[in-house]
């Protein structure tokens, strides 16, 4: 069984898993921590790991969901999607074989015809093209499906205008160990399959070498802390803006003109003020504005009459509560629990008497095949029966009279059962059963009968005391409204028989609201008799000033609202800012992190992937915690800043070689894409690439795209010597169209031009061909004959003592020369008429003129092979 591991960098030679435990990677353990943050977290560290740095429409997607995390929001404001996978690996799969084996049909990728596409062999596949032929489309392609640094962005042809609705894509094919298939990917999805192949670019190596002017480059995953930090800070900073926009001064108490209180309130408004208190006070409805009316009546006329006209309202008033309290206290008991229990105890006997009378009625007549007997129907029917046949005739019905219903003669059986039935009308149980309805109707009666409310419309006692106290008329309001509900809810369990909606428990009378209405009046009447009529006008006016405030209040309540809103909003972003913003977390797991994976095999693995290219450094680990910046990433000894040290071909080697050891320490990638890996770099360490890159091919699939023929040459000797599988192509612009791919060629010269076998195989084809077609594959034969001379004059004429692409002179070699001047003329020669058939000219009679033949092709063919057998011989 395949051990199962999570694709990530696993910092241990892959044979430490087979014990059969995994162990943790820095993707297991980023995995793990990030699905345990806040949404807003998760989704900063998600897009942290898959696009590098966080866009602008990112960090606003981001400070959405901290809002919403926070309270800070309505929560009615739609919200990203989170990656459902934190780094966009897999948490664990199987490590089995994996390979890509073909990309085509490219839809929307740069230029591309939709029919070009590339095929990828086990070893080593290098992809050849000059600037601008189209091959960093194919590239390009390649990062944005696989596992990429970088965030790459596919646009369609940016000279063609004609619009396109569909989206760019690509099919993958994927080979597992023997089971191709087929994936038709959309740019911008993921495929955990797929993520298994690690993309090297110039884009990808800026992040590898980040930019920051204290950090030299970081190990691949600790970048995204960096950025973290960085979208955390761009969010405190969102929300202090969000505070200042919101931060305003209490300007309410422009609004009243004289003291009050709730002038007095409104001026002490804070983030404890409660809304729901405050919307109260602001509300002023009619009753409020009636109230307001009578009261400034009563204050002007107060002003002007004496204190016995005053008490004569008041003593009305009390009056009028002391009847409302009286005609409660009447009402209660028929809507009572005991009225209740009592409507259930005239149920019960319902049932009981019903069950008695049906049974009763079944006795009198009943029949086996009959069994509506004694019910309701039947009952009708009988009863009906009876009033039709004493109609007819009193003494109805005798033996011999015809039946009411089939005008049949009765016999003496037919009308004793008749009268047994007319009989059961009047049978003790079924009067019983009448009686009991007739309560229950005559109770449903009463009760709809009754008057609840206390204070009806256009009432004498209504208007009266809305003037004096209108929160008491809404209160009894409120009461009346209790005492109709129960009222109805009783009528209708007595209605429909059904005891269980019967409403239960005691409904309790208003006696603290009319006692608290009474000592109100008591008080005022008090304060009159002692003399204290002043007072009584200075509680009217301080409540006309109320209620004027209360007014002034119900215009602008909704602004009031909003700015208590704010304040309550404030106080929460701002506690918010101090816990929630904090990058303390950062460090604590960056720190954790560098402790676990960095200091032990990570270094290790990185120098030793320096000193393969070349590019060791005195470099420091170096760590603090600030801002959630733990790892500081290596940096060269005495704080300089690599850009400031080392060449655009030495930073890359660096970039190279951290790319390298991710993709070492992580026993789950299954291949490698580097597009120009070697830019700016010299010859010697774009060789030691070469031979670094081929030694890679024996573990992994490599795919190579370049644009440097001497780097395509070392490839392709170094996978050669190391007898590597080589697959090669080369992309071309053909009549201004980039994409157009020459499967299986690049030009260079490799192993298989020693001999005229690759010749040979093209004059096979222009055999079987004909017209154009055989032309092109004569032409094809003579430019591999070509560049078999090529290598016949270093390899074989002049022993590999010169090597294209190589500085040094093999002096040691000179001693193996046999020189021959028919051969080089011979070699001359091969070379102009390899040229007529490629280009239609020759200075030799034999091959001038005419269209180019499968014979003329033929002829060179056996020329070079002789001219390589002279060649090989050495010097004796």
């Known amino acids: ?71 800070l929001d309505k929560g009615t404001e739609e919200l990203p999607v989170i990656p459902s996978s ?100 959309v740019f911008g999805d993921e495929n955990d399959d797929l993520q298994r192949i690690s993309v090297f670019d110039s884009s990808s190596a800026r992040i590898h070498l980040a930019q920051e002017n204290t950090l030299g480059f970081q190990p691949v995953g600790f970048d995204v802390f ?32 004289e003291p009050g209180p709730v002038a007095e309130e409104i001026a002490q408004l804070s983030a404890e003020t409660e809304i729901a208190p405050l919307r109260a006070r602001g509300t002023f409805g009619k009753a409020e504005l009636e109230r307001l009316e009578e009261v400034a009546r009563q204050e002007k006329e107060t002003s002007a009459k004496s204190s016995a006209e005053a008490m004569k309202a008041l003593s009305a008033a009390k009056a009028d509560i002391t009847s409302i309290q009286t005609r409660i206290a009447d009402l209660l ?30 006795e009198a007549v009943k029949h086996p095949d009959l069994k509506q007997t004694g019910t309701d129907k039947w009952d009708a029917f009988v009863e009906a029966s009876r009033d039709l046949g004493l109609a007819e005739k009193e003494a109805y019905p005798q033996s011999g009279e015809p039946c009411l219903l089939c005008h049949r003669p ?54 009266d005391l809305s003037k004096i106290d209108p929160g008491l ?16 809810e009783i009528v209708s369990a007595l209605d429909t028989n059904s005891a269980g909606s019967m409403p239960k428990g005691e409904i309790l009378p208003p006696t603290k609201l009319l006692s608290d209405a009474v000592a109100k009046i008591d008080e005022q009447k008090k304060a009159l008799r002692a003399g204290k009529f002043d007072e009584v ?37 701002n506690a918010k800012k101090r816990s929630g913003l904090s990058t303390r977390f950062l460090t604590d797991k960056q720190r954790s992190l560098f402790q676990t994976h960095i200091e032990g095999a990570y ?144 030009p260079a010269n490799t192993r298989e031009y020693r001999k005229t076998t690759k010749a040979r195989e093209f004059l096979a084809k222009a055999k079987k061909a004909s017209g154009s077609e055989k032309v092109d594959h004569i032409r094809s034969g003579a430019g591999a004959l070509r560049r078999t001379l090529e290598v016949v004059v270093i390899q074989y004429l002049f022993k590999d003592v010169v090597q294209r692409w190589d500085e040094q002179v093999h002096l040691g070699a000179l001693n193996k020369i046999e020189w021959s001047n028919e051969l080089a003329d011979e070699i001359v020669a091969l070379q102009d008429d390899t040229s007529r058939l490629l280009e239609g000219h020759s200075n030799s009679d034999e091959f001038a003129g005419g269209m180019p033949e499968v014979d003329s092709l033929e002829k060179l063919i056996d020329r070079v092979d002789a001219v390589i057998e002279k060649a090989k011989q050495e010097r004796q």
């Open 603 to 746: 270094r290790e693995r990185l120098d030793h992937e320096c000193g393969l290219l070349d590019c060791s450094f005195p470099y420091e680990l170096k760590t603090r915690g600030s801002a959630g910046q733990t790892l500081r990433g290596l940096r060269v000894q005495g704080g300089h800043r690599p850009e400031d040290i080392f060449s655009e071909g030495e930073q890359r080697a660096l970039a190279l070689a951290d790319f390298l050891t991710e993709v070492n320490l992580n026993p789950a990638s299954a291949a490698v894409i580097l597009d120009d890996p070697v830019t700016s770099m010299d010859h010697q360490r774009k060789r030691k690439i070469a031979i670094r890159l081929a030694d890679e091919a024996t573990r992994r699939q490599v795919i190579v795209f370049t644009h440097d023929l001497v780097f395509l040459t070392l490839l392709a000797d170094h996978a050669e010597n190391a007898a590597i599988p080589l697959e090669r192509h080369w992309v071309e612009r053909l009549d201004g169209v980039p994409g157009h791919v020459n499967i299986g060629d690049i």
């Open 1 to 71: 069984m395949a051990d199962v591991v999570g694709v990530g960098d696993i910092l241990l030679d892959a044979e430490a898993i087979s014990g059969g435990v995994a162990p943790s990677t820095i993707w297991q353990e980023l995995e793990a921590w990030g699905v345990a943050l806040p949404d807003w977290q998760r989704f900063v560290v998600s897009h942290a790991v898959r696009d590098g740095e966080l866009s602008e429409d990112r960090i606003g997607e981001a400070y959405r969901l901290f809002l919403r995390e926070a309270k």
């Open 333 to 362: 008991p028929k809507i009572s629990e005991e009225a209740c229990k009592s409507g259930l105890g005239l149920l019960a006997e319902q049932a009981a008497t019903t069950v008695k009378a049906v049974e009763a009625g079944a």
């Open 410 to 463: 009765l016999d003496e059986p037919s009308a004793t059962l008749i009268r047994r039935m007319w009989a059961f009308l009047d049978d003790v149980a079924r009067q019983a059963m009448l009686a009991v309805d007739d309560q229950i109707n005559a109770r449903i009666k009463s009760l709809r009968e009754l008057d609840l409310t206390l204070l009806p419309p256009e009432s004498r006692i209504r208007s």
């Open 473 to 488: 008329v809404a209160a009894l309001d409120e009461v009346s409204e209790a005492l109709i509900k129960r009222r109805d």
């Open 86 to 185: 934190v780094t966009g690996r897999a948490n664990s799969i199987t490590i089995g074989a994996l390979q890509l084996k073909e990309m085509k049909a490219l839809k929307g990728v740069n230029a591309i015809p939709e029919t070009s596409g590339l095929t990828f062999g086990p070893g080593l596949t290098v992809i050849y093209g000059h600037n601008g032929a189209g091959k960093s489309g194919f590239a390009r392609a390649l990062s944005a499906v696989c596992f990429s640094r970088s965030n790459q962005n596919i646009f369609g042809n940016v000279y063609d205008t004609t619009p396109t609705h569909s989206p760019a894509s690509v099919e993958i094919v994927l080979d597992r160990g023997g089971s191709a298939e087929t994936v038709r990917f």
């Open 226 to 257: 960096d950025e973290m930090g960085r979208v955390i800070g761009l969010i405190g900073k969102k929300l202090d803006a969000a505070i200042e926009a919101l931060t305003k001064p209490n300007d309410f108490g422009k609004l009243f003109i």
């Open 537 to 573: 006008l200075a509680k009217l006016k301080a409540e006309h000033i109320e209620l004027r405030q209360r007014q002034v209040l119900s215009k602008n309540i909704e602004d009031v609202v909003s700015y208590v809103e704010n304040l309550k909003w404030l106080k929460a972003a």
